[in-house]
């Protein structure tokens, strides 16, 4: 018999807020894939900041890790032996992640292959590139759709003053039809615009 070929799945790069509005697709009720465009993602490729680490001290062995790249937060989950690979990464540090999406509990977060501590400035590279690869790909957009994006952010803010603001992480939710890079583009040019500030990094409020 002719030995079975076994095809890893491409570790795609994407940022965490794309990863985010994607759309978990399941066989029966096993997670299988999450359909992002015209992609089928298994495995990822992503570089952001530790902000939180949690290790069990029980029987139960497992290391829970919060990765922030700047457009959202998603677990790292490590169980059993798995969590060597962790062991030496602190809150705190850069890294980069490869591994598998798993969705359990209405909860996407990676199951990590490889972790490894980067130079912060390679997130930053990193979001350049994916930025550059998208307004490569994509159409530009006219200024009736850039208005409108603009109009839908500042609704959600005006309309969140009673709650002290909004995060820029729900803005991106909300609005999960546009990229994150043009909603914090325009977040960006409103601020600076003096129409919304910013009482803390990644929250802001309506100034008028």
């Excluded at 018999?1 to 491409?10: A, G, S, V, Y």
């Excluded at 598998?100 to 590279?125: A, D, G, H, M, T």
Aim: aromatic share 8%; hydrophobic share 35%; no cysteine.
């Amino acid at each position: 018999m002719p030995e079975q070929q076994f095809k890893r799945n491409i570790a795609y790069k994407f940022r965490i807020g794309d990863i985010l509005i994607g759309k978990p697709v399941f066989d029966e009720e096993k997670f299988t894939f999450l359909e992002l465009g015209d992609k089928k993602i298994v495995r990822i490729n992503i570089i952001g900041n530790i902000v939180d680490k949690y290790d069990s001290e029980g029987e139960k062995r497992y290391s829970f890790l919060t990765l922030d790249d700047g457009s959202g937060q998603i677990k790292l989950k490590a169980f059993g032996d798995d969590i060597e690979k962790s062991k030496n990464i602190n809150q705190g540090e850069t890294v980069i992640v490869i591994g598998v999406l798993r969705y359990f509990n209405n909860e996407l977060y990676i199951s990590p292959e490889i972790i490894k501590e980067q130079n912060p400035k390679y997130l930053l590279v990193r979001k350049l590139e994916l930025e550059k690869e998208r307004i490569e790909k994509s159409p530009p957009m006219e200024k009736q759709q850039i208005v409108a994006i603009k109009d839908k952010i500042l609704d959600l803010v005006k309309n969140s003053e009673s709650e002290g603001g909004i995060d820029t992480d729900k803005i991106i939710m909300d609005l999960k039809e546009t990229s994150p890079e043009i909603i914090n583009q325009e977040i960006k040019k409103l601020i600076e615009d003096g129409i919304i500030f910013e009482p803390r990094p990644g929250k802001v409020r309506w100034l008028g």
